[in-house]
């Protein structure tokens, strides 16, 4: 099982950047690692994935803007967000999957850390 501890959520104006992190336990190394989030009022959207040798996929809605990252010796992945919108506003979610960053089927998740970004 991999527990997982997400931070670096925070209020942020329009255009600006976060970074948020996740922390990961025990074998981490070789697992699919995803963000995903959730804003208000709406149903979980998947984000972007890394696979353990760090190929990347990302949702359109953030393409261009997002970076995802993973640092195994650190246990760790990263979600650098550049170029933030309103409605980039949600919980984001760290997650451990299987399969490739095509088409993964996630099985541990983290508690969330909140991102809000004013207008």
């Known amino acids: 099982q991999v527990q997982l501890v997400e931070s670096g959520g925070g209020l942020v104006q329009t255009g600006g950047s976060l970074r948020l992190s996740c922390a990961a336990g025990?074998?981490?190394?070789?697992?699919?690692m995803g963000w995903h989030r959730q804003a208000p009022g709406k149903r979980r959207e998947w984000v972007a994935s890394?696979?353990?040798?760090?190929?990347?996929n990302y949702a359109g809605s953030v393409k261009g803007r997002f970076t995802i990252s993973r640092d195994n010796a650190k246990n760790s992945v990263y979600l650098q967000m550049n170029s933030l919108k309103p409605e980039d506003t949600a919980d984001y979610y760290c997650?451990?999957?299987?399969?490739?960053?095509?088409?993964?089927?996630?099985?541990?998740w983290g508690q969330g850390t909140q991102v809000t970004v004013s207008s």
């Open positions: 890394i696979s353990s040798g760090s190929i990347t």
């Open positions: 025990r074998g981490f190394s070789g697992n699919l």
């Open positions: 997650a451990a999957g299987s399969g490739s960053i095509f088409r993964s089927t996630w099985f541990e």
